[in-house]
């Protein structure tokens, strides 16, 4: 079964766990001096928060599958939606040994696919996101905004 993943930096991680645990009515299932994570199944999402030094907002979103079975059915999909992929493999990430592989849609937004395999002591690494940089389209000068007169 799939879940969704939403990964948020915040500037003040304490203040932050009180407020999605009460937002979630649920204490965070991973925490540390950095991170928090909880596995929520109404609705069924993988939400984290970090303070990393990238800052404050949504960091990206993810699918997380419960199986390697399920994470080939998900990189079949990846494969098809024609754009740059990393292709990361058995990676250590947000104190979690995985496998996974990112992509970013049309606008940028980076979305991950991954299948955890078990704990880390340690946060990990960050992926090369930048490879997956597309040429961003330009609307035309005589475009008009809204789909009317021109602004």
């Known amino acids: 079964m799939k879940r969704l993943h939403v990964h948020v930096g915040v500037e003040d991680l304490?203040?932050?766990?009180v407020f999605y645990s009460t937002l979630f009515a649920a204490e965070p299932t991973v925490r540390k001096r950095d991170y928090a994570k909880w596995m929520l199944e109404d609705p069924r999402v993988n939400f984290a928060i970090s303070t990393r030094a990238d800052g404050a907002g949504v960091r990206h979103l993810g699918i997380q599958v419960d199986s390697r079975e399920e994470l080939q059915d998900v990189y079949a999909?990846?494969?098809?939606?024609?754009?740059?992929?990393?292709?990361?493999?058995?990676?250590?990430?947000?104190?979690?040994?995985?496998?996974?592989?990112?992509?970013?849609?049309?606008?940028?937004?980076?979305?991950?696919?991954?299948?955890?395999?078990?704990?880390?002591?340690?946060?990990?690494?960050?992926?090369?996101?930048?490879?997956?940089?597309?040429?961003?389209?330009?609307?035309?000068?005589?475009?008009?905004?809204?789909?009317?007169?021109?602004?």
Do not use: M
Request: aromatic residues 6%; proline residues 8%.
């Open 77 to 151: 999909r990846l494969n098809a939606a024609d754009a740059p992929i990393l292709d990361e493999g058995k990676t250590t990430c947000c104190y979690a040994k995985s496998e996974k592989s990112w992509i970013a849609d049309p606008q940028g937004v980076v979305w991950e696919t991954f299948h955890t395999t078990g704990e880390s002591t340690v946060y990990g690494g960050a992926p090369a996101l930048e490879s997956l940089a597309q040429p961003q389209a330009r609307p035309s000068e005589s475009a008009a905004c809204c789909g009317a007169a021109p602004c």
């Open 14 to 17: 304490e203040r932050s766990i």
